[in-house]
Structures are given as structure tokens and as C-alpha cells.
């Protein structure tokens, strides 16, 4: 497997300056006095973290989980970065929404905005997903391909990048590995994942096999 194309990684110094100058973004807004819905596709599905009545498995289109973040803290460094999910443009989505109570609005997006936008790589949009009991807008946050963090790689160059990335909260490959889990365990299979997982496995048999 070759090594990813350095071009497309961003430079220690510029993954810093993501972090002390994050895009600005427009906030979302929810109707005033109503609840609304939060599309989850990765970690949001297993770990809210925020108060919900409701949840109901759902059907994005125009829009697919992928690897597509460069991670320079949790999943990885500026010197060796890593990867993360991100909601990218094309195809379809399978994952989970949240009806928020309208009490909880500004608590609930509050949590939201300091979870999801710390580099502002991700645009706040309102999405329309399918559900067993009809659509939804549901707020999300897809990937902006014009972010220095938006990582245009091959396959065979995620799968690098998710070996190498080891950051604050673990490997990157763990990350990998969790995130098809707990897919798996609610019923959502992601051939890209098994994919990816397939590529990790090989990339890391071949560098024991050269020791």
C-alpha cells in the first residue's frame, strides 16, 4: 500500500491555525415552541448525549458517512493526523433521528455546536430524512469539501491514515472497528466500513509481516 499523497494532508502548522481560527458559521434554528429532529449517522446514534423523546431509524439521500475529516486531536496529531466520519455529498445514508423537546432547544443545540463545530469543518444544514412514520427536517452536519480539514484520499490512503492516527481518545483504527460495531448492532451495514476494515487489516499484516 502506498503512502497518502502529502499534498492533500494539511501541515502541522496549519492544522494549529484550524484549531485558533475556526470557520464562522450560521447557528441553526428551530422553530420557536416546537420540537425538532437531529440526524445521526455516527457516533450521535449510540451516544446522544442530549435529551430525546423520541428516535426512529432513517434514510438520507444526497449524503454518505466517510471518512473524509482530517483528525489532528482525538483520532490523530498534526504531525501524524488521522481521520473521522463526515456526512459527504453523494448517495445515501442510513442512520438515526432525535425528537428534541422544545424546552430543550437552546441546551440541546448548545451541546450540539460545541460537539460538532469546534474547526467549523461541518455545515449546520436542515436535512430531509426518511422514516418508517414519514419524513422529517432534521438539523445535521454535513462535511464542507472547501475546509483545509476535508480529506480528499483514495481508499488505500484512508486506510493509511487510519493506521497511523492515534490521538486523545485512542487509534483511529479502534475508531474504525467501534463505529462498524455498533452499525452492525443496529442493524446498518456499511460495506465502505467492512471495506475499510478489510484494508486496515491487510496494511497492518503487511508491517508485521516486515519486522
Request: proline fraction near 9%; glycine fraction near 10%; include cysteine.
Amino acid at each position: 500500500m502506498r503512502a497518502p499523497d502529502t499534498k492533500a494532508i494539511p501541515k502541522p502548522s496549519e492544522f494549529r491555525e484550524i484549531l485558533e481560527k475556526p470557520t464562522p458559521r450560521e447557528r441553526l434554528a428551530p422553530p420557536n415552541g416546537a420540537d425538532f429532529w437531529v440526524f445521526g449517522y455516527g457516533s450521535l446514534m449510540w451516544h446522544p448525549g442530549f435529551p430525546h423523546l423520541e428516535v426512529r431509524q432513517s434514510l438520507l439521500h444526497g449524503y454518505h458517512r466517510r471518512f473524509c475529516v482530517f483528525s489532528h486531536r482525538y483520532r490523530g496529531t498534526p504531525e501524524q493526523p488521522g481521520l473521522v466520519l463526515g456526512l459527504d455529498r453523494g448517495g445515501c445514508c442510513h442512520g438515526m433521528v432525535f425528537r428534541v423537546p422544545a424546552a430543550e432547544r437552546e441546551v440541546v443545540l448548545d451541546y450540539l455546536w460545541e460537539r460538532e463545530m469546534v474547526t467549523g469543518v461541518y455545515i449546520p444544514r436542515w436535512l430531509t430524512c426518511r422514516t418508517p412514520h414519514g419524513p422529517v427536517s432534521a438539523a445535521g452536519f454535513v462535511v464542507d469539501p472547501g475546509h483545509r480539514q476535508y480529506a480528499r484520499l483514495t481508499p488505500e490512503e484512508t486506510a493509511e491514515l487510519i493506521v497511523q492516527g492515534v490521538g486523545q481518545r485512542g487509534p483511529c483504527s479502534e475508531y474504525l472497528v467501534n463505529t462498524n460495531h455498533h452499525l452492525e448492532a443496529l442493524g446498518i451495514h456499511d460495506r465502505h466500513l467492512r471495506h475499510l476494515i478489510a484494508l486496515v487489516d491487510r496494511r497492518c499484516a503487511e508491517s508485521r509481516g516486515g519486522r
